[in-house]
């Protein structure tokens, strides 16, 4: 009886342990995978992980194996006297310590080697990039460029990228995990992180994510990476480098003078010149530079998982059908007398020159909203713009929708507030702003 119970159990165990086997491999894709060798850097981590995981197995079967010899050789049986013990037996001490370490130094060397290659600082040559961690959305600059931006970080393939890592307020931690590399955000001081993308890697989307506790959002603290070739990277950093274009003011001021007969007044580009009147960023259409952005049809299709999936949230509503209504220009002129200006920045404008949201330069041109949480479309950007904290937990944009109750604030907003046309005309001028 005893001998077959024994098997029984066996049998069971080998089958949970063949149903698990299974289960393990019938994993799908996953977007999200760190096992790629996309980047310099992830290649040397994942080498380096394959050597660890070597010789842990190598270490695990070897004890697993004398474990089991020692059970079955050293078992109690009738008859049998006291086992010989082995203790102050110098040589079996020293081999069971000598084993251990070198084990040890082969994995040792690999590690430092791993740990100076990507400790070491980055090419004279390389792109630079600052990354800013805010609670809970990702402000990008390149200051080689003149550039800044948010949630939205492109990079071109085949060049060296350095990121200079701060935070403005809590621990961060920067995270693509296609391209490898993860490191913090620290509080008043800089840290730095390079790779660089495959030079034949093809034009991809990737998530970004925070990975470091950071509050309430933490979660909802996302971005988007778009690997690009060298010349699509220089179309998108011409376009970028451009002032806000809004088309409909842009064509209203240059119908209008040369009504005149005198020459339109337009912002200059990244010049530090001021316009002489309050409009909207905006040049002659000769002079402006094609709009590039990953292209959209690669996003809905191979890249489909970058797409936010977060459901609008029931506790506040919002009359959809004004959106078809909206005013670009009527927004403009209500943006620029609303609290916006206090927070974010629009290039070309200089009432609106403030950084404590982010950069809205070219919002229009953008996949997301709202710390990558959200889709960039007309609907979600007006709930967005109602009450961002309903939208995301903790979020430092107040609520602007008139009468609601702010849930962070605890205050009913009405002077100032926006009514659902207010709304629909500002979501109506953001999304022009390509």
């Known amino acids: 009886m005893v001998g077959t119970f024994r098997r029984r159990r066996l049998a069971s165990v080998a089958l949970l342990g063949a149903l698990a086997l299974g289960l393990a491999a019938c994993g799908g894709e996953y977007p999200n995978s760190t096992f790629n060798h996309t980047t310099d850097f992830n290649a040397d981590i994942d080498a380096l992980w394959d050597k660890l995981l ?81 609670q809970w959305w990702w402000e990008f600059k390149y200051p080689q460029l003149g550039i800044t931006t948010a949630n939205e970080l492109y990079l071109p393939t085949g060049r060296t990228v350095n990121f200079q890592l701060k935070t403005i307020d809590v ?28 030079a034949d890697l093809p034009s991809s989307a990737y998530n970004g994510f925070c990975a470091e506790f950071c509050g309430a959002s933490h979660a909802n603290m996302r971005f988007r990476a778009f690997t690009v070739t060298p010349q699509e990277f220089e179309q998108w950093a011409a376009h970028q480098k451009q002032n806000a274009i809004f088309p409909s003011v842009a064509a209203a001021a240059t119908s209008a003078s040369a009504s005149a007969g005198a020459t339109p ?64 220009e009527r927004g403009r002129q209500t943006y620029s007398k609303s609290s916006c200006i206090g927070c974010h920045s629009i290039a070309g404008t200089p009432y609106n020159m403030a950084n404590i949201g982010p950069n809205l330069t070219h919002v229009g041109s953008r996949y997301t ?66």
């Open 54 to 134: 070597v010789w842990g197995t190598i270490v695990f079967i070897g004890v697993e194996v004398a474990l089991v010899y020692t059970i079955f050789r050293f078992r109690r049986r009738a008859g049998a006297g006291k086992p010989k013990q082995v203790h102050g037996n110098t040589a079996l001490e020293i081999t069971w310590t000598a084993i251990p370490a070198v084990i040890l130094i082969f994995i040792a060397i690999p590690t430092v080697r791993t740990i100076f290659k990507t400790q070491a600082k980055a090419a004279p040559d390389a792109l630079q990039v600052e990354v800013i961690g805010h």
């Open 171 to 198: 621990l961060h931690s920067f995270w693509i995990p296609q391209l490898g590399g993860k490191r913090d955000l620290v509080s008043n001081r800089t840290n730095f992180l390079w790779f660089t993308p495959n």
């Open 265 to 328: 007044t337009v912002l200059a580009a990244n010049t530090g010149a001021q316009p002489a009147a309050d409009t909207a960023a905006a040049a002659p259409a000769a002079a402006q530079v094609p709009v590039w952005v990953f292209p959209k049809e690669k996003v809905e299709g191979e890249f489909k998982h970058i797409i936010p999936t977060v459901k609008l949230p029931t506790t506040i509503s919002y009359d959809e059908s004004l959106l078809a209504q909206g005013d670009a």
């Open 369 to 434: 909203i709202g710390g990558g949480l959200y889709p960039n479309d007309a609907k979600h950007l007006a709930y967005w713009i109602k009450s961002s904290g309903h939208m995301k937990p903790g979020s430092l944009m107040p609520t602007l929708g008139k009468g609601l109750t702010d849930p962070r604030l605890k205050m009913v907003v009405n002077v100032g507030g926006l009514t659902d046309n207010d709304i629909a005309d500002i979501v109506a001028y953001l999304q022009a702003l390509k």
